[in-house]
């Protein structure tokens, strides 16, 4: 069974930083693009940033400039390095991989990891 497991969420004044990881466990052949989504009270769930295998990188308007993605495929984890964060970060964030099960690849979500930006 294939988990992803977030980590590194927590309260943080609005200007602070936090890194968020996720690692994905269980039995598989391989992580294909990897992901952070948020979802904040009321809203819908939004991209943040997404990584493909060899790198690539896309983000989401709002976060462009002040978070970076990346990821260790030796350690099947990815990271979310958020600097300059701002009380409208405050939000549930969801790590995503498409992952390799014998045949087939499929989307897994993690159980989320709550980030507040609060003085």
């Not at 991989?97 to 003085?119: E, F």
Request: with cysteine; net charge positive.
């Amino acid at each position: 069974q294939v988990q992803l497991v977030e980590s590194g969420g927590g309260l943080v004044q609005p200007g602070g930083s936090l890194r968020l990881s996720c690692a994905a466990s269980g039995n598989f052949f391989s992580i294909n693009g990897m992901g952070w989504y948020r979802q904040a009270p009321g809203k819908e769930r939004e991209l943040v940033a997404t990584i493909t295998t060899g790198g690539s990188t896309n983000y989401g308007d709002s976060v462009k400039g002040r978070f970076t993605i990346s990821r260790d495929n030796t350690k099947n984890t990815v990271y979310l390095q958020m600097n300059s964060l701002k009380p409208e970060d405050t939000a549930v964030y969801y790590c995503k991989g498409a992952i390799r099960v014998v045949l087939n690849t499929h989307d897994y979500w993690g159980q989320g990891t709550q980030v507040t930006v609060s003085s």
